[in-house]
């Protein structure tokens, strides 16, 4: 775990709705001391200790919490997920709509050679 374990975490905190770290301690049947503690950076929690936080909030991503890297919960990743998704289909959409267009005037392009070729044969 980094230095800035304590940021995440507290920042974990605030994002679940705890007020205090205390609220978190009562939860889990923690000493708010050891809590308060992880909160300020004094020290760093063990297995265990994330473990049983596991059990309680299992919407956190641990990965994010240990590393900074990701996002602080599952959901915030599912939820950036649906963005990326939803941007790549209205790209999509945008590329199949040009493709529409183009092909609606091949198709008048086709029409006009048609009824030249017919005005050209009525004329032979």
Request: glycine share 8%; aromatic share 6%.
């Amino acid at each position: 775990m980094d230095s800035n374990f304590h940021e995440r975490f507290s920042k974990l905190l605030e994002k679940l709705g705890y007020r205090s770290a205390a609220q978190l301690a009562d939860k889990m049947g923690q000493a708010p001391t050891k809590i308060r503690g992880y909160a300020r950076g004094a020290n760093k929690p063990g297995l265990e200790f994330l473990e049983a936080l596991s059990q309680i909030h299992p919407e956190i991503n641990f990965d994010y919490l240990i590393t900074g890297i990701g996002t602080l919960l599952h959901q915030d990743t599912k939820e950036l997920d649906m963005k990326l998704l939803q941007s790549i289909i209205e790209s999509k959409d945008k590329q199949i709509e040009g493709y529409q267009r183009t092909l609606e005037g091949l198709q008048e392009e086709n029409d006009k050679l048609v009824r030249l070729a017919k005005n050209r044969n009525k004329k032979a």
